[in-house]
């Protein structure tokens, strides 16, 4: 019985980070609008584009080859297995053994390595800068993430989320070391959502574009797969942050049903509050040049290891 | 083919039978193996002029031969076969003859080298009928397998060096293949000066350890008294024997040079086999024979591999050559096995078992995940040069119609070897994690702040390896055909095909199910560091646990579960509920149609952005330009400077000053009779000087 | 409370050497101003918890020359200073951000590993405020030797000294007439510089200097 519910609690955080996931690129949409003034689209509008992606025959470029047809699945499968991995209303689920964060952080690699072939599929100039581009930034972001996992890591002893999040709730305490690995985790979060400052989702067809860049291709129900993991994956990293660093709200393992109600809503409160955050940060900067980038996700590096070495005199007493 | 196979089992049984009264010793029948292998090795050139019945009979022979020795070995690792007891014959140094054993070190490299070697074997009988000058290649390649496993095998120090300079002739006439290329003709000779280089180097490294005395036997050797300066010489003389031979930077010059030159399957067993010998001779001499270590050890040979890492991706980015990527991907990989087996010198010398364990049991299984997924990826440049005759991915483009099976084997290739889950690649890079840490736990600063780099190293270098595998295999297998040969390439045979299968359905159960590996490695680990990993529970979690549940977990097989379910979850949801039709139309094109295939991203143009980031301080490259002055018409030049720094630093001064030092010497050959006298004199002279004053 | 307190002067001082990092990843003009206004910002606040945790109310009156001086009166003259030079495009660096980011980080070790090791038995606090302010002075002369731009060296050598004054705080009993007069040999100090930097602007139409290498060189 005990095995049974907590395999529906495991199901619904998959179906729920699913069914969350477009409603946060909405709110974004809608905050940035309202910030530059605008009325901007309706919250569901994405929901509705991707309902009208779906319906929409695909057009394939001609020397589209198996792999073209394939990316979207396995972007998404990966995506969505990440997602599911990263705690968003309760803690210690079914499966949260499966992967801890170094291993969600590779399942994001294994996506974004097929995201990157299909774009050199097509073998059109577009593809193929973007995957450049996109390679480029995730050799420095990759190695700023796992400095990141570590400062957490060596605070919490261990690498798994759902016991740094009850870890983080239960040894509160204000370290330099974790406010510079959230910083290094917002630079990440930002390079690897191409998100202001290093690419802009609001853009089509301009040179400094790097993920629409990859999916230009792509039409039909293959767009509507690939833009439902990006957006996925937007929230597995707002989910991330809201876990690691203010894990407050979070059911914890084996809880009854309103704790799991309380985590939902206190999680819809975070993302909401984060879109927020995001959309502030993203109208008050400008887009970087692309070989800025590398600068700032290095320093996103440089961060998480400085948090790594401050650990240490503050763990030395 | 067929009756050879059954004279190497035949051959075996005989050589158990003549041991210690029918006690079956698993030792016995391996050099049993060995001797087929070098049987064949001399009968090939007498069969070399019907190249169309030696090819099968001499790579299934082989494949046999390494096959055997590969269940044998597979089965001592786990346990199966009674492995005591040595076997001493009476070869080599009249006073200590050639001892041969079976523990479980050399039990866990002997599988990784015969896996190897089988499945090349059975990639050479379907590759092997492309090759022009078999003669060249056939009397070679059983030897060269014979030296890797009479390495291993070896129990004193006097076959040991036997068999690594079999294994290093036989390699370089391998090499030397197809020397009528003069880019050959160079790699062949830089890999025998290095190559002769590491040997000399290893000789000292035994000598000091013999001692005054001369002890060879490894049994022995391991539990002398040393004094207290010597084992850290030896370490040095270890990283540089072993680390050329494995391809340390910044002793890799040759490797990149020598492994692609050879023929595609003897490749793979250079970049993914014999490197592992070269690993295991270093485990052997540092963790087991040269006794305790000290605590600057670790970071000598953590430091090493992590800059091997990085340097050895960041090279293999940039290059155009398929093969020679290829192996500037397995200096990378040997630099990920070092940083593992430094941090588990570093936690054994700090009584730390546990921790040492779980370091080891990483490198152990990255040396086994990198012989599969690189002898996969030379084989997969193998069926890409058969298919096209080129090696140069700039000339290839679109071959994922044109070699369809190739093409996804090589995909699951670069998947493993760029540490993506669910496959094998990741999961040893995952422990490699797991290890560092652990680090603060070491009482010493400079290692407390040592390993969170090299840990940023090491994910810096798995990032830049997805990015050099999007690149290859982008350029080379998708877009649209570069040159008439890609656009005619025609898929590869069935035996080839296999053997990539048959790697591939490796790296899967390797990645999936890697607990099978770690128990498997335990007893290594024991030998090694003196404790194991806790065993991994295959049910009901199918998961890893490298120190505690609460700490850190992963399972292989859940994660690729849910991605087939997941990803089915959405085929399906997909084709009930969207629209079916496909339509085909041309790309899209920014309203100039017919694009030539030479519009697309070329290899170079996808490294640019990397080249400009790192090439300053990794090559101190830049880019000169030439613009021509107003008026005049003719064409601007651009012009990428690389510098191959260690080889500049390093190698040129040396190399330098050898060449001068001939010339002077070169003089004395043209003296008179006076002159020569005169020196002779001399020299007496001098030599009784020395012997009054020091007497 | 003994938990706290030394976690929120450790962050403080912490966020001095991020912001030492922040100096040197900049590479322009009035960005740099700015972020060294913050590292004043950042000092004055470490300086006024530890006055507020040593109870040592003459803290408080560094922290105030902190914050007027180099949060306010320098960072303004300084503007205005590049804004007369017309120098406010760019900083050149030697050797790339990446590479003198690799560099500082190098330094903060080694300040770590010396201090840890040389202090091990004293006071937790003050150890730890040695450590970052000692990386804080390192990262300072690196940004010095780093810039080829006079206004950046200045900048450089403030910071230092902002380092030198987080030391002089965490350890308890430094008298307030060593604080003053450090804060006002530096005042001394950029006045020169200040002085100096129209005399090479003057002579040599820039402030690289370079310029008086090569005027050095052409002497000799």
Known sequence: MGMIRDLAIQGAQMVFVLVLAPLLLGLTRKFKARMLDRVGPPLLQPYRDLAKLVRKDVVLAENASWLFRTAPYMIFAATWVAAALVPTFATGLQFSWTADLIAITALLASARFFLALAGMDIGTAFGGIGASREMLFASLAEPAMIMMVFVVALVAGSTQLSFVANFMLTHVSLRVSLGMALVALVIVALAENARIPVDNPATHLELTMVHEAMVLEYSGRHLAVIELAAALKLLLYVSLIACVFVPWGLAPPHSGFWPLVVGAVTHLAKITIGAFLLVFFETSIAKMRVFRVPELLGSALMLGFLGTLLLFVSRSF | ?695 | MGGFALDLAHLLAGGMVLVSFMLLYQNRMFGLLNVFALHAVVLTASVAWQAFIQQAPHLYVTAAIALVLKAIVIPLALRRMVVRLEIHRSIETVGGIGLTMLMGIALVALSMMVMLQAAADADPLAREDVALALSVILLGLLMMVTRYNAVSQIIGFMSLENGLILAAAGAKGMPLVVEISIAFSVLVAFIVIGVFLFRIRERFDSVDTHALDDYREGRQ
């Open chain 2, 1 to 695: 083919m067929g009756d050879r196979g059954i004279g190497a089992e035949t051959a075996c049984a005989g050589g158990a039978d003549t041991a210690d009264e029918g006690v079956f010793m698993p030792v016995v029948v391996a050099l049993g193996s060995v001797a087929v292998l070098i049987l064949v090795a001399i009968a090939a050139p007498l069969a070399s002029r019907r190249p169309a019945i030696a090819t099968p009979v001499v790579y299934g022979t082989s494949g046999l031969a390494a096959l055997v020795l590969f269940v044998t070995a597979l089965a001592a690792l786990l346990g199966h076969l009674d492995v005591a007891g040595e076997v001493v014959l009476p070869l080599g140094l009249p006073w200590v003859g050639a001892h041969f054993r079976i523990d479980p070190l050399s039990a866990f490299f002997l599988v990784v080298v015969d896996l190897g070697a089988a499945t090349a074997s059975l990639y050479a009988l379907g590759y092997g009928a492309h090759e022009d000058h078999p003669e060249r290649v056939l009397p070679f390649y059983p030897a060269f397998l014979a030296g890797m496993n009479l390495v291993i095998l070896s129990a004193d120090a006097f076959s040991f060096l036997v068999g690594w300079e079999f294994m290093s002739l036989a390699s370089w006439a391998l090499v030397m293949a197809h020397h009528h290329e003069e880019e050959n003709r160079r790699a062949g000779y830089v890999y025998l000066v290095m190559a002769s280089f590491g040997t000399l180097m290893l000789l000292l490294a035994f000598g000091l350890m013999a001692g005054p005395d001369g002890v060879y036997a490894f049994a022995e050797m391991g539990n002398r008294v040393r004094e207290p300066w010597l084992p850290g010489l030896v370490l040095v003389l270890a990283l540089l024997g072993a680390g050329s031979k494995a391809g340390l930077v910044p002793l890799h010059v040759w490797l990149p040079l020598a492994h692609p030159a050879a023929p595609s399957h003897v490749s793979a067993l250079m970049s993914g086999v014999m490197t592992k010998v070269a690993v295991y001779g270093f485990v052997r001499i540092v963790f087991d024979l040269v006794g305790e270590p000290v605590w600057w050890w670790s970071a000598v040979v953590m430091g090493l591999g992590a800059l091997t890492a990085v340097l050895g991706v960041l090279h293999a980015i940039l290059e155009r050559d398929f093969k020679r990527l290829l192996a500037y991907s397995t200096v990378e990989n040997i630099g990920i096995v070092f940083i593992g087996l430094g941090l588990a010198l570093a936690f054994r010398t700090n009584e730390m078992a546990g921790p040492a364990a779980l370091a080891v049991t990483a490198a152990l299984f990255h040396a086994l995940n990198h012989s599969l997924f690189k002898g996969l990826m030379f084989f997969g440049a193998g069926a890409v040069l058969t298919a096209t005759g080129e090696r140069d991915i700039e000339k290839l483009g679109g071959l994922i119609h044109r070699l369809p099976v190739t093409a996804f084997f090589v995909l699951g290739g670069a998947v493993a070897i760029s540490a993506l889950p669910p496959l094998n690649g990741f999961v040893s890079e995952w422990m490699i994690f797991q290890a560092i840490l652990l680090s603060p736990d070491l009482p010493q600063w400079a290692l407390k702040f040592m390993v969170p780099a090299v840990g940023a190293a090491l994910a810096f270098s798995a990032a830049l390896a997805g990015a050099c595998f999007v690149r290859a295999y982008g350029v080379a297998f998708l877009g649209r055909p570069r040159s008439a040969a890609a656009a005619e390439a025609r898929e590869v045979d069935i035996l080839s095909r296999t053997a990539m299968a048959l790697l591939l359905g490796l790296c899967l159960l390797a990645g999936i199910v890697p607990g099978l590996v770690i128990d498997a490695a335990s007893s290594v680990a024991i030998q090694l560091v003196g404790h194991d990993m806790p065993p991994q529970p295959l049910f009901p979690s199918l998961s890893i646990v490298p120190v505690s549940e609460g700490r850190s977990s992963y399972s292989g097989m859940l994660v690729f579960i849910f991605i087939l379910i997941s990803s089915g979850l959405v085929i399906w949801a997909i084709h009930r509920f969207a629209s079916k039709t496909i339509r085909r139309g041309p790309a899209w094109d920014c309203g100039f149609p017919d694009a030539s295939p030479a519009t697309q991203y070329t290899a170079d143009s996808f490294a640019m952005p990397i080249r400009r980031v790192f090439g300053p301080v990794a090559f101190g490259s830049y880019i000169e330009r030439w613009m021509p002055p107003p008026g005049d018409p003719s064409p601007a030049r651009l012009k990428v400077v690389r510098h191959d720094l260690p080889w500049e630093i390093l190698y040129a001064p040396i190399s330098g000053r050898v060449s001068r030092l001939a010339e002077r010497l070169n003089t004395l050959q043209f003296l008179s009779i006076r002159s020569y006298l005169s020196l002779v004199f001399a020299a007496l002279v001098g030599l009784l000087v020395v012997v009054a004053i020091w007497a």
